[in-house]
């Protein structure tokens, strides 16, 4: 089974046909405004027609991700980016799989097919592929269809990212400091929300989404945090879940941020009052004129402010996060503290994305147990 697309008429729109395995039309639609929508009715359509067929002998991995994903991702409160990513993974499943029934893929097979993934993407997004093509086999097996799980014990070679570690983040503690400083004398010279969305970034160590979705009764300023539940998009305007368990999290606020927030909270105030306009999410980075800044925005503007500085980076608004971390381990805090605060599971992913400060600070470690131990009579 395949499906074509095509944008046609006078209106440019798009339409869909299905073809069986002979190559006859079996099913079509058109007057689409965009490829995306024909593809998600396209996609519908051809799970409907392949589900009756899905625990044949010769179901394929396709037929069966379509039930998985029918079943688990169609009616989750995942983000729709998320769901889309989950629609790229079923095309990569169809495109390297085709017909060939599942029980005839062997664990050598889907190695050499894993190898030549990794070399074409980085090795996360790997990760995240076969973790649901082992969710979708793991379903059927409790269906009761006789399957070896072919995704055990498969090995990952390849980029872990485009970026080194080090480019991820401000590279010394001296510029850290000097882009704060930098950040509090912009929030107090304009109105604009941007400036003190990335003080929070850098000082809490929120991920984009998390600092977005803030709201003004997430923010306890007699205990001096702040508590981060889910996310929210500026592009679509609308709120989704967090990351994952660990990322339901109560981050410390330092005084120099609360002030900053209540100076915020008392010129949103006055300024929405003005305008006549509602805050109905009761957001605390509302502009009320452009609403919750993108993430797109926020990089541009905080490479302008670097740049101004003579500050060679090339940065994003997610480099905040990994600045806050450095600055954190650099100043001795303990590891694991660390790890609670930016809503890891454990200290793995520090250890992969700080590998190289934590070098330098396990030298200093061994140095200071050397003169630990020297005992003086």
């Keep these: 089974m395949s499906i074509s697309y095509r944008k046609r008429g ?6 869909y046909r299905v073809f069986d395995k002979k190559g006859c039309v079996i099913a079509f639609d ?7 929508e024909a593809m998600y009715n396209a996609v519908e359509i051809e799970r409907k027609l392949l589900l009756t067929n899905v625990f044949t002998p010769k179901a394929t991995l396709y037929e069966l991700w379509l039930k998985w994903h029918e079943l688990i991702i169609v009616p989750s409160k995942l983000a729709k980016s998320s769901k889309d990513k989950h629609i790229q993974r079923g095309k990569v499943i169809k495109e390297n799989f085709g017909d060939m029934p599942v029980t005839e893929i062997t664990h050598s097979q889907y190695q050499k097919f894993i190898n030549d993934y990794c070399s074409r993407v980085l090795v996360d997004q790997v990760r995240r592929f076969n973790k649901v093509v082992q969710s979708v086999l793991v379903m059927a097996q409790r269906d009761g269809a006789l ?14 990212s485009r970026k080194k ?3 991820k983040h401000i590279r010394s503690m001296e ?6 400083i930098e950040l509090k004398k912009r929030i107090s010279e304009s109105d ?14 929120f991920r984009p989404g998390e600092g ?7 923010i306890d300023f007699e205990k001096m945090v702040i508590k981060t539940y889910r996310r929210y998009s500026g592009d679509s305007n609308s709120f989704y879940p967090s990351k994952n368990k660990w990322s339901e999290r109560v981050v410390p606020m330092s005084a120099e941020l609360a002030t900053i927030l209540k100076l915020l909270q008392h010129k949103q105030e006055r300024i929405l009052s003005e305008k006549g306009v509602t805050n109905p999410e009761k957001l605390v980075f509302f502009d009320w004129l452009y609403g919750v800044p993108t993430s797109t925005a926020i990089s541009k503007y905080l490479n302008k402010v670097l740049a101004g500085m003579g500050c060679d980076y090339k940065l994003t608004a997610y ?23 930016l809503g890891h599971k454990d200290i793995q992913q520090l250890m992969e994305t700080y590998g190289h400060l934590l070098q330098e600070i396990e030298k200093e470690g061994f140095q200071e147990i050397r003169e630990l131990l020297v005992i003086q009579r």
């Design 30 to 36: 058109s007057g689409f405004k965009t490829k995306r």
């Design 319 to 341: 480099s905040g996060r990994h600045s806050y971390g450095s600055y954190l381990l650099a100043k001795k805090v303990d590891i694991w503290v660390v790890a609670k605060i």
């Design 192 to 205: 604009s929300v941007t400036p003190v969305l990335l003080y929070l970034y850098f000082t809490t160590g």
């Design 165 to 167: 570690a080090a480019d």
């Design 212 to 218: 977005a979705g803030l709201c003004w009764p997430d």
């Design 147 to 160: 399957l070896t799980n072919f995704t055990e014990e498969i090995v990952f070679e390849g980029e872990t």
């Design 175 to 180: 510029e850290y400091e000097r882009l704060l």
């Design 10 to 15: 006078k209106h440019k729109l798009w339409d």
